[in-house]
């Protein structure tokens, strides 16, 4: 099983430049996450959506838009990327509210010039 | 506001000698919470999760975790250390009034020297 996958896993940028990530899980989860990490800062919560159709903001939304294209289907996009978007990006679905296991991607490590 | 914060950044043990992660949460309401492992360049794994039941709480590769409402904390413990469980380690809060929002914790560093 696949679980989810997150493409590029590499990624370098020039300021200003825009790009999106993409980000696919097959375990019919219900929810999606978004999420950088930083050192010394843990994961820190850019969007979610808790079902098909809706998107809500995280911790750190600002410099980023989200798309939750189809059950499957996450994707986040920068539009015009900055140095302080340097970071490790991961992506994670969840089966159900409260107790419910994140499941995560193997990251996407994305560098802005 | 839901948060959690874990004591130590860094933790250092020998092979063979008990495990101690310290983690607080603040929490108006009965929360979720949880341990997740993050191996070098992997993504996040869970560990074991608390959810109201048993204050203690089993995971995998021997981790467990105990609950205590009165001091606000979910400390991990494992008696023995063994090197492969040399990795980032993280306290997840979820709070019960928006449950679709879960926090990390800052993360801990275990090593674990032969």
């Known amino acids: 099983n696949a679980g989810v996958t997150q493409t590029p896993k590499f990624q370098v940028l020039k300021t200003g430049q825009s790009m999106t990530l993409q980000c696919a899980q097959d375990m019919n989860h219900n929810s999606m996450y978004w999420y950088r990490q930083d050192p010394g800062m843990g994961l820190r919560l850019i969007y979610y959506?808790?079902?098909?159709?809706?998107?809500d903001k995280g911790e750190v939304p600002n410099g980023y838009n989200v798309s939750r294209l189809n059950k499957r289907e996450f994707s986040l996009r920068l539009e015009s990327a900055a140095p302080s978007q340097t970071s490790v990006y991961f992506c994670?679905?969840?089966?159900?509210?409260?107790?419910?296991?994140?499941?995560f991607g193997e990251g996407s490590r994305l560098t802005v010039l | 506001a839901q948060s959690v914060t874990q004591l130590d950044s860094h933790v250092s043990v020998s092979e063979g000698t008990p495990v101690l992660l310290r983690c607080n949460y603040s929490?108006?309401?009965?929360?979720?919470l949880f341990w997740y492992v993050q191996h070098p360049n992997k993504g996040l794994q869970l560990l074991l999760k608390y959810t109201s039941a048993a204050t203690l709480v089993k995971g995998i590769n021997g981790f467990e975790a105990e609950f205590k409402k009165s001091e606000t904390s979910f400390h991990l413990t494992k008696p023995s250390a063994h090197m492969s469980d040399a990795a980032e380690y993280f306290c997840v809060v979820s709070d019960p009034r928006n449950t679709d929002k879960l926090i990390f914790g800052t993360g801990t560093r275990l090593q674990v020297f032969p």
């Open positions: 959506s808790a079902s098909e159709g809706t998107t």
């Open positions: 994670a679905a969840r089966g159900g509210r409260g107790t419910g296991e994140l499941f």
């Open positions: 929490s108006s309401y009965s929360p979720s």
